[in-house]
């Protein structure tokens, strides 16, 4: 499956974003979905997953201020970010979790936040 990332941009410090996830085929069949980033100069890290079923986990860094959603229907996964703050800065890659035979990753949307 091909993924496909938008919403990214500049923001200031307290904003607001919305990163949607387009997939090239349907994601009935994918049970876990995910967003992760990588801050310039660091590792990679999951920010977000959610199942099928709407099960959600977050990093404790984004816990109450991001939220992820998949539409099956329409192929696409949302990560809503609220209250950004500078620290959030990253590229942010949309991808399967645990998919067979192996993960897909998008190719990534920059969030800037200025404080």
């Known amino acids: 499956v091909q993924l496909v990332e938008s919403g990214g941009g500049l923001v200031q410090a307290g904003g607001s974003l919305r990163l949607s996830c387009k997939a090239s085929e349907s994601i009935v069949g994918i049970v876990y979905m995910g967003w992760s980033r990588q801050p310039p100069g660091k590792q990679r890290e999951v920010v977000a997953t959610?199942?099928?079923?709407?099960?959600?986990t977050y990093a404790d860094s984004v816990k109450g201020r991001f939220t992820i959603s998949r539409r099956n229907a329409d192929n696409t996964v949302y990560l809503q970010m609220n209250n950004l703050k500078p620290d959030d800065t990253a590229v942010y890659y949309c991808?399967?979790?645990?998919?067979?035979?192996?993960?897909?990753w998008g190719q990534g949307t920059q969030v800037t936040v200025s404080s």
């Open positions: 991808h399967t979790v645990n998919n067979r035979p192996v993960d897909s």
């Open positions: 959610v199942s099928i079923g709407g099960v959600t």
